[in-house]
């Protein structure tokens, strides 16, 4: 869509009687309305706030996240339906990434912002004009609006770095934005900046529990800015201690989320969570963690029904949801399927026929054995229930997805010997719910983090005392050294591999003694974030994170091109440059806007055309 014209139509949400936002809300074109004549009311605002929330509930904006963050990625190759899938995603997947690809678009990103932007001109003028819109509920409106618009520029800039940047509003179809490109970085500061100022106008907590994961909520700008915090620090040309006042910053976010959970797990108001949440986890790793094993599960010795899947990624809305896009499963009172995942993961018809993205062979080349003990080259030991949850393995066939296919995960993980594949129980249609943030993805950024502040106390931090090298966390800890923070990193990720590999035996385990330097550290919580994160958009922005914080591609191009087999070398070479890792700007928005440039790296791609490839 036109940059210059983001968008002409600003839907309006229709509530069915009901306040929960969920994503299947229908649109009302609003230049259909004067908009003196309709800023007049509360209703007016929520309806454009769900809008927003709607928006991010599309197809094509959760296409580009699942694009966008899986499929460039190491995680991910062609399925069985690849045919049925256009040549966009085709190229994508083979490295051939053009301007003309219809995923360079971000037209459906932009349409969100501007909503957003929308509401922040008009909120205020209606909190003046209705008694009803309270000055708590312009904050809280704020808060929400400013959440959902930097997580969209989140995206924006993730995926192609540098990109037109505004708050203004675009309502009149005669006003232009012809506007070039703004630095990521700037994005970042004013983003952060922007979030922070309203951010505890956000409810802890909403009337409709699941709205609570369902809607920004206050644990929810705190993972947001977690997570800006840390792709902030992992900026290799800016100074050491600026990088690791952020790290800082993001573990003092990670933090109060994790405290937020602890305390609502010791509060327990509807008495589930005692009955969920592992005490042996709880008790010597100090995270409230959903158990995998039902007890029934636990008396036979294998896994056959994994509980903490079913809850995160079957029923929705769980414990350990902190921000997630909501679906319906009852198609006969207007649910709607989320179909994106149908298409590019499957549904019930996955078993036989697959899907159009399949899991790379890499992730387990042969059925485990004894030499599947814990080792960072191989991703997952026979024990770690992961093995079967996040794809199926087969011996001769593709591996198709599983995560968020199936509503249960049906496993059994043992001793090598018991190690078996199990049939799934696939959804009649897919109507999983998108998760943006979960409890254990915050606590993997934290121990990010930490490994990067260790190292900083290591190298340039002689005098522990440092102001700059203490933080004290929201539930009591004072770190100042590095082994406390290397420690405390390495206990994160213990608890979230003790869930998922419950009866693994001391050699199937992580060894903290194993875990000597920060390269084995980053590689620690580096698999273990692919592991517990796979299929959820995140494992391309790892990667590309990573290879800002080493102002070099050399450790992530291994990884990248393993999977492109016709063209390994040639993709070897473009990844030598770090822009190459971002995607091009859209043919017809550098066509429409004159103050856009390409990203170099096409830009002399389309020049030179060494790779074989053609326009």
Known sequence: MKIHNIIRTIGVALF?????????????????????????????????????????????????????????????EPGQQIANAGNDLKYLLSGNILETNSYCEWSSFYNVINRCNTVEMYAPIVQERDPNFTESDLRQTMAEIKAIRALCYFYLIRTFGDVPFTFTPSID???????????????????????????MYAPKRYVVDNETSGKISRNGVYALLADLYLWRASNAKVDPAKRNEDYLKCIEYCDKVIAAKIDEYKEDRYGNLKRQ?????????????????????????????AKAYALIFGTGHSFESLFELSFSSNSASGGTTNSTLSTLYGSNSSAENGAQLAATEALMSSKPNNQYQYDNSLLFTSYDFRSQENFQWHETNVFNI???????????????????????????????????????????????????????????????????????????????????????????????????????????????NSVTNKRDFDNLVEAERRRELMFEGKRYYDLLRKARRDGSTTNVVGQLSSKYQSNSSAMRIKMTMLEFLYMPYAKEELRRNKLLKQNPAFDKEKKNNRTGFSD
């Open 16 to 76: 069915a009687g009901t306040t929960f936002v969920s994503c299947d809300v229908e649109l009302l074109p609003l230049n259909t309305v004067i908009l003196e004549n309709y800023w007049t009311n509360k209703d007016d605002v929520q309806s454009v706030v769900t809008s927003c929330y709607a928006g991010l509930c599309s197809s094509d904006v959760i296409t580009r996240m699942v694009i966008w963050g899986e499929v460039r990625s190491d995680n991910c």
């Open 173 to 199: 179809d005669g006003q232009e934005f012809v506007i070039p490109a703004t630095k990521q970085e700037l994005i970042l500061d004013t983003l952060i900046m922007d979030v922070e100022s309203y951010m």
């Open 277 to 305: 949440i592992s005490r042996d986890i709880y008790g010597e790793n100090g995270y409230p963690l959903i158990e995998e094993w039902s007890e029934a599960d636990q008396n036979s010795g294998t896994g056959v029904n």
């Open 402 to 512: 599983r995560k968020y296919v199936t509503d249960q995960a049906r496993v059994v993980c043992g001793s090598p010997q018991q190690w078996a594949v199990q049939q799934p129980s696939y959804r009649t249609e897919n109507y999983a719910n998108w998760i943006i943030y979960r409890l254990t993805d915050i606590m993997l950024l934290k121990a990010e983090a930490e490994v990067q502040v260790a190292d900083y106390i290591d190298n340039y931090v002689p005098d522990t005392s440092s102001v700059k090298t203490r933080v004290e966390q929201v539930y009591g800890n004072v770190y100042t050294t590095s082994k406390e923070y290397y420690d405390d990193a390495f206990n994160i990720v213990d608890a979230i591999y003790k869930r998922s590999a419950p009866n693994a035996p001391a050699q199937y385990k992580p060894v903290r």
